[in-house]
């Protein structure tokens, strides 16, 4: 949720908060707030389509500072979108300024954009180091909350509806919670985190021992996220707060003044029929009722996730409207197994697509993903009805058709589509209730007939790069504009780097291997871009941004099919800034083999998978032939070239088919 203009407001009274050195304790964090927190502020760049190696390096350090401090760390993270609808308007506006920040990016300013798969980095890397974890089914907020009260555990969140959940231990702010300035106690030698801890009771005994119990008022009057009563514009216009001359336009004026007003009531039954004493008479009673009925949102209850944490108990309380999901779908999104996009799908069966830094003139990279999403949509809604017969018998009945509401990005504004579900032959025999039973090797064929790729793809290279591999073949023949050899060679290359860099940095036997080593660092100082360049080529960004998208629709069909490819580890596979920079590096005449002639395990990597997403492309893909007849020059300057070609070729280590293709390309 989040109240307009009160965390801004709160965070200039110091008089609220207490400082607080985190050690030795247990604390509940907002997985949302922390992940968008810690790749906003930590300066990886934003403007390449996301660098999830960085970001990976810096989750995993965040924890560490808490492990160091012995602080037990339970992660909540939001499921899909208010399925209320209550938030809507808000959903649209702020898919309308994300737009905005990734074309402000892509012209080269300063705009937050989040990539495509971080929240799958951070999931996978609380899953490596083992951090309890809990995926809700909708927003987080209210289970975060009812958590904190139950345990009395402070929140580590910026969502400033904290500040009016009633919650003994209080909640940090982010904002000031210094994980990388660990200090050590003189006293104990204990070594904790510096934090500030905001806490209800210091705000209340502020505004004149203010009752709790008229917090959600304050906050419904003011507005949050689901909620904005027009008719309160009239009571504002109506009261004069003590000191608050000018309460239209001052936001922090305004709270103020309503923390201070309301605190001369009793209780909020007394400061509802005040409220509605200033309003006109015809809409006395509706205000009343929704100001009753919003206030609700704030109440606390025994919370489903101490027994989620502390016994493995699956989600218990579902919502109404997901009482259709089957068990195992249910269980799969409590543990994250299953991403939000899936519950938007089945319950709203409507989806904002995540704007990409790219060229804002062209079609939304999403495009290039869509045939995915129509199977995925198809797997997901398509059901089975039984109409019965005067006999009683059951008779089977076509499928329905669904569509899906899609809101994505045309030029620089919010566009929706309505996109029709797809049910391919190879899913007839694949229903959502049954996924769980279906032999491995029949979800493996719908993935692979989905990509339109063979099995031979996926066996070519290492298990853990198959889904990326098959990804990057589909890639190259469902792309508008289409890759060149530079990009595919560029992402190639950039999916080894990634192998050889977690090869360096794990348990692999390869690390042994010096070759692989120096290789590596030799690639890492080439990651590094001069400041000149760090401006977004983006043309280049919209081609990796439709290799982005593919590869996230792809990891969300797999995890529904339950994983007949091996789930690969997203920080190793892409890293922006290297993919842009080796495509200046090979559009500067370089070329792979030079690039990674140091290790015969990278070269042999790079071939495998090059071998693996081209062996089914025609021989003139990246350049087909021309119609019309060639002069006499022409042809005498065509054999020249050739003979020049093959004279290249020849000095080249590589029997791959595409190898005159990459001397022609430089």
């Known amino acids: 949720m989040g109240i307009h203009g009160l965390w801004s407001y709160v965070a200039s009274n110091s008089e609220f908060f207490s400082d607080l050195k985190l050690s030795r304790m247990k604390i509940i964090i907002d997985g949302n707030s922390l992940y968008h927190r810690l790749y906003f502020t930590s300066g990886i760049n934003q403007q390449h389509g996301g660098e999830y190696d960085a970001f990976a390096d810096i989750v995993h350090r965040f924890f560490d500072a808490l492990f160091v401090c012995n602080v037990k760390p339970y992660v909540v993270l939001d499921g899909g979108c208010d399925y209320t609808n209550k938030k809507f308007e808000t959903l649209k506006q702020r898919a309308q300024e994300r737009i905005r920040a990734a074309h402000c990016s892509s012209m080269g300013s300063h705009g937050c954009v989040l990539p495509l798969l971080a929240r799958e980095v951070f999931i996978q890397v609380l899953s490596r180091l083992q951090i309890p974890f809990v995926q809700c089914l909708s927003e987080a907020d209210w289970e975060i909350a009812c958590l904190a009260s139950q345990w009395a555990y402070p929140v580590l969140t910026m969502d400033s509806d904290f500040c009016i959940f009633n919650l003994s231990a209080g909640f940090c702010p982010l904002v000031n919670f210094d994980w990388n300035r660990i200090k050590k106690c003189k ?33 419904v009057m003011i507005g949050n996220d689901y909620i904005n009563i027009n008719a309160m514009d009239t009571f504002f216009s109506r009261v004069t707060f003590p000191g608050s001359s000018n309460l239209k336009r001052d936001t922090h004026a305004r709270i103020h003044g309503l923390l201070h007003w309301l605190s001369t009531f009793g209780n909020p039954k007394e400061a509802i029929e005040k409220v509605v004493e200033c309003l006109h008479e015809r809409d006395r009673d509706a205000v009343r009722e929704c100001l009753c009925s919003s206030m609700k949102e704030y109440k606390l ?11 493995g108990v699956s989600l218990s309380s579902v919502p109404r409207v997901m009482d259709v999901l089957p068990p195992w779908v249910v269980k799969a999104l409590g543990k994250a197994e299953l991403a939000p996009y899936i519950i938007d799908v089945l319950v709203l069966q409507r989806v904002f697509l995540i704007p990409q830094v790219e060229n804002s003139r062209l079609s939304s990279s999403h495009m290039c993903s869509l045939p995915i999403r129509q ?6 809604l398509r059901a089975k009805r039984q109409s019965s017969t005067a006999s009683g018998e059951g008779v089977a009945i076509k499928d329905k058709v669904h569509q899906v509401e899609e809101f994505s990005r045309q030029d620089v504004a919010l566009k929706k589509s309505l996109i029709q579900a797809v049910v391919p032959a190879s899913t007839e025999s694949v229903l959502l209730e049954n996924i769980v039973t279906v032999p491995a090797s029949v979800c493996r064929q719908v993935l692979l007939e989905t990509l339109g790729v063979t099995s031979s793809v996926a066996k070519t290279v290492p298990s853990h790069l198959s889904l990326a591999a098959s990804v990057t073949s589909y890639w190259l023949t469902h792309s508008n504009p289409k890759p060149s050899l530079l990009h595919l060679q560029a992402v190639l290359l950039g999916i080894v780097y990634g192998e050889l860099c977690r090869i360096t940095k794990t348990a692999d036997p390869a690390a042994s291997h010096e070759d692989v080593k120096t290789t590596c660092w030799a690639l890492q100082k080439l990651h590094r871009i001069p400041r000149w360049s760090l401006n977004v080529d983006v043309d ?24 007949p490819l091996q789930e690969p580890e997203i920080q190793w596979l892409y890293s922006g800034t290297f993919m842009h920079q080796m495509f200046r590096q090979l559009n500067s005449k370089a070329t792979p083999e030079s690039l990674l002639s140091g290790s015969a395990l990278a070269s042999g990597l790079y071939e495998n998978l090059l071998t693996a997403v081209t062996s089914e492309l025609p021989l003139d893909f990246f350049h087909p032939k021309k119609r019309g007849k060639k002069s006499a020059a022409q042809k005498k300057d065509s054999k020249s070239k050739m003979s020049k070609n093959e004279s290249k070729k020849s000095l080249q280590n590589t029997d791959n088919r595409f190898a005159l293709l990459s001397l022609d390309e430089d």
Do not use: E
Not at 301 to 311: C, E, G, I, K
Not at 375 to 380: D, F
């Open 187 to 219: 006293q104990t030698s204990q070594l904790y985190i510096p934090a500030k801890c905001f806490l209800l009771d210091k705000l209340c005994r502020y505004f004149d021992k203010l009752n709790k119990d008229l917090l959600p008022l304050f906050a």
């Open 301 to 311: 209850s025994a919370s489903q996730l101490a027994d989620y944490f502390t016994s």
């Open 375 to 380: 199977v995925l949509y198809g797997l997901l």
């Open 540 to 563: 280049v960004a919209h081609i990796f941004s439709q290799w982005q998208t593919s590869l996230q629709m792809s990891f969300y069909l797999n995890q529904v099919l339950r994983c």
